[in-house]
């Protein structure tokens, strides 16, 4: 079945605008080609252009090149590797982890360190809350959302809430780790249609697949809720 990384793939020309260099466009098929979707801006840096066209998928997506490549893949609307600011918010703790979702700012996101913390067995910086739920929900607020349409930015404070409250709601503190994964992804396509995702203009599908990281196919695939919308 096809996702919205390939339909935002298969859009590439229809749905923004071109740019006007060459490189720039070939610079767009090739990541469209490395990362499964397009970058979610039509503006782009020659320079960086030049950079990700000298280097093959393989290398653009092989760890430890990270660094070297993501200031252009950056620069050019991949955004899953941009730098994420730090949250400059410096919360109280909170007396039980559900007081974080009414939040409306950058420490919103440490809902998901604290379920960790509350856990007996912490599934630590690969498990489900600190490597998913948290890095996603900082680099979803701090990166992407600013880049949104205001159908966007609804969508996204929304959905970031939505999410949150359907693991308060659904999994137990003592989870074990894989079901805490396995039910948190779940609740996904539930959250983002409730949330408004079918209403976003290709622009915002174009972001949102952006910042999905390439090894992140399960998410990608989650994405393809946009095929449920009427």
Known sequence: MA????????CLTACAAEPADDRCAAARAHLSECFGAAPADATCDPAAADAILATSCAALVEPGKEDRASPALCRLGVLSRCPVPACAVAAPPATACADYIDREDCA?????LCRDAAAAN???????????????????????????SPAGQ?????????????MEDTIPVDAACPDVKTAAYASHPDCYLASGFCALPWSDWLAIAATIRPADSSLREMLGTALRCR
């Open 3 to 10: 996702t919205v990384a390939a339909l935002a793939a298969a």
């Open 108 to 112: 919103q996101c440490d809902y998901y």
């Open 122 to 148: 912490g599934c630590g910086a690969t498990g489900y809350y600190q490597g998913f739920g948290y890095e996603y929900c900082e680099r979803y607020l701090e990166v992407t959302t600013p880049r949104l």
């Open 154 to 166: 609804r969508f996204a404070h929304d959905v970031r809430r939505c999410l949150m409250q359907a």
